[in-house]
């Protein structure tokens, strides 16, 4: 059974038990008053006759018309002695077979004779005539009552009837309603299937309820995938634009130690340091890709407070000695921001890398805390034009593709200094002229 015919069934089925609820209660209250009404008529009629009784002063012919004057419609009234039935007024011979009861105290009641026919009774102690104590009892059948009940049973079926027609077509608008932004879930993942091609949700509206949460959580699902798809797509791309050079190097070289490395020790020496070297420079481009690749972890940040001067001389120092070069910290003691440290020590090393790749002079490494807190690495070097600032930070790109070869630079190093950057919430500039070095900023958040 589909999702949308049990919506229509639940809501008819449900619709039907309360309506069925509703009419039995209307049925019995409207039952219990108009029996309850009926009998304190009754009551009103058994004083009546009581206090009118005491005006006839014992006259049995006076008696017996005024009982006969206040006779039910289609009822009886009859005067019961302790053994036997003294007088009876009755529009029917009918009710002359229903049981009489002698009783010294008042009571009211309702039965049912043999025929199913409802009868309301009021039984009353008088006076009689002889000055004996006698039961009174003004007996009617609810004939009108019956016919009453009747007619509501037919207007309550009918308004049953007309309740579940709009329930059913309600019922049907709630399972469209409800269904519809799933079919068309269940549509775009179909689409999905077949084409092969990653679809998003049309949602309309605000109504923000849930079904619009699960259209937009989808949506949401589908711009991770295609960010991953791309990615992906972006790695093959990067790798095999990339890795290619590299290769017909180490090939070129190889082919080259095939055909000479034997007879010419300064050919294989040459050979082997190439491929060495393009394979060292395949080796980073690789892990650089990764990092780049792995965006998610990038997006962790355990922020604390990170000494800047520290930091700095902690990188002055590392890179001073594996590159033999001069790397000046301009500081203050104490300079902190609360930041990720791992990462923004990712951010400096590639900075300082950076600059002393493209320069042969000093580089000098400023660093300002307080709230607007960045770090600044200098160098020396050749400088860039404003077309090559606006593409440092692009993927791959080199400024000087030769001289890039020469020092090991991948292009991807500044690309991935500016990712961190954006994960940090701060902000990297480069400030520079060409022949007059160049300064890259990375600005903490403020």
Known sequence: MKLKTKIQLFATI?????????????????????????????????????????????????SEALLQAFLPANGMIRIIGENEVLS???????????????????????????????????????????????TLEVTEHMQALEENMTFL?????????????????????????????????????????????????SLKGNSKDELYEM?????????????????????????????????SIIASYAG?????????????EEAVDAILSES??????????LTLARDESMKEIKKQTVDLSALAEEASHAFSKTYDREILVKAAEDMEAVTDKDKVKQLLYILLDNALKYSEDKVIIEVQGGKSSFIKVTDFGEGLSKEEQSKIFD??????????????????????????????????????????????????PG
């Open 256 to 268: 080259l130690l095939k055909r000479w490395g034997k007879e010419k020790p300064e050919v294989r």
């Open 88 to 134: 009876i007024q009755t529009t029917e011979d009918r009710f002359r077979q229903l049981p009489a009861e002698y009783s010294t105290g008042e009571s009211q009641r309702t039965f049912q004779s043999e025929g199913g026919e409802r009868y309301a009774a009021v039984e009353k102690p008088i006076i009689w005539e002889d000055g004996s104590i006698v």
């Open 215 to 247: 259209g937009d959580t989808f949506n949401h699902m589908m711009e991770r995938l295609e960010s991953n798809f791309e990615k992906q797509n972006q790695f093959v791309s990067d790798a095999s634009h990339e890795l290619k050079t590299p290769l």
């Open 395 to 444: 993927r791959f790109y080199r400024v000087d593709k030769a001289r890039s070869r020469k020092t090991g630079g991948t292009g991807l190093g500044l690309s991935i200094a500016f990712r961190l950057s954006q994960v940090l919430d701060g902000k990297i500039k480069v400030e520079s002229k060409p022949g007059e070095g160049a300064s890259f900023i990375f600005y903490f």
């Open 14 to 62: 449900w619709m039907l038990l309360i309506v069925i609820i509703v009419n039995i209660s209307i049925y019995l209250l409207f039952d219990r008053l108009s029996v309850n009404a009926e009998v304190e008529r009754l009551q009103n009629q058994s004083e009546s006759i009581t206090e009118s009784l005491r005006s006839t002063e014992g006259n049995t012919a006076e």
């Open 153 to 201: 049973r037919i207007a309550l079926l009918i308004a049953t009837l007309l309740i579940l027609i709009p329930t059913i077509i309600g019922g049907r608008l709630l399972g469209n309603l409800l269904l519809r932004p799933i079919l068309e879930l269940i549509g775009t993942m179909k689409d999905i299937q077949q084409r092969g091609e990653l679809k998003k949700l």
């Open 280 to 289: 060292e420079r395949m080796r980073s481009i690789t892990e650089q890709m």
